[in-house]
């Protein structure tokens, strides 16, 4: 398989990436299953995939969780080395492209003291549930890249009982 396809069937074509990199073969090895298990569990456990519901929660919190993917994903990357060198090729893109345009506008926000306005508030809930959609996405990816089951939809948002 071409990342080209496995980007399609995740719904990320639209990533910018280069057309040798599209057209390259899609490799995993162990260490890039294993990376992709470690990051999988940790978005699957973070508002960064997960609802946040009006009446709760926190948006700086949510901001700090956001970012937090970064750091995660380095030491990801650096404990497995070269040979998780497939995951680090769509790690890096996600990180670059999709998180980084959101945290970069509500890091500079939030220091201005957006976060203390409900209005602007109400506008990051608005924004993280736009970066949920492709953070979810690349969550799925990470569960075949790893070669697990898709947990992305475990729980149901209402009680189907």
Not at 101 to 126: K, Y
């Amino acid at each position: 398989m071409k990342w080209k396809d496995l980007l399609e069937e995740w719904g990320m074509t639209n990533l910018k990436i280069s057309v040798g990199f599209a057209q390259a073969q899609f490799a995993p090895k162990d260490g890039d299953r294993e990376a992709a298990w470690q990051l999988y569990i940790e978005l699957l456990t973070r508002i960064a995939t997960q609802p946040l519901p009006e009446e709760s929660g926190d948006e700086k919190a949510a901001l700090d969780s956001v970012y937090s993917i970064f750091g995660l994903t380095r030491e990801i990357i650096r404990a497995g080395g070269t040979d998780c060198v497939e995951f680090t090729k769509i790690a890096i893109v996600v990180l670059n492209q999709i998180i980084r345009p959101f945290t970069a506008h509500w890091h500079r926000q939030s220091l201005a003291g957006a976060l203390n306005d409900p209005q602007q508030c109400a506008r990051f809930r608005a924004d993280l549930k736009e970066l949920q959609k492709p953070l979810l996405n690349y969550t799925r990816m990470l569960g075949h890249m790893a070669g697990v089951e898709d947990l992305t939809e475990l729980e149901a948002l209402e009680s189907s009982c």
